[in-house]
């Protein structure tokens, strides 16, 4: 079972900048793509940003050139830093894991997710 920590939430002032933590722990075979989602009130939970074992990454376009996705293989950790932060990224930022289970041409796929960590941007 994974396990996804998340760390690095608060408030902050528009056009401030917050870094976003997110730790694997626990029992698992491997780890593949890491990403972030957020979700506001009264809207739905929706992708910020995405990145591979290899180190490739996307972006939704409300956060590209604002938002840095990077990780850390050896500590299956995922970070996000937000940069020129607005009002409307104000959310709880959910952290994902897709956790590969399997032998090769025979794997298996799960998704974890982390308890969520607020961002609120005061203007």
């Known amino acids: 079972q994974v396990q996804l920590a998340e760390s690095g939430g608060g408030l902050v002032q528009s056009g401030g900048s917050l870094r976003l933590s997110c730790a694997a722990s626990g029992s698992f075979s491997r780890i593949t793509n890491m990403g972030w989602y957020r979700q506001s009130p009264g809207n739905q939970r929706e992708w910020v940003t995405t990145v591979t074992t290899g180190g490739r990454t996307n972006y939704a376009p409300s956060v590209l050139g604002r938002f840095t996705i990077s990780r850390d293989n050896a500590k299956n950790t995922v970070y996000l830093q937000m940069n020129s932060l607005k009002v409307e990224d104000t959310a709880v930022y959910y952290c994902?894991?897709?956790?590969?289970?399997?032998?090769?041409?025979?794997?298996?796929?799960?998704?974890?997710w982390g308890q969520g960590t607020q961002v609120t941007v005061s203007s």
């Open positions: 994902n894991a897709l956790e590969q289970t399997g032998d090769f041409g025979s794997y298996a796929y799960r998704e974890h």
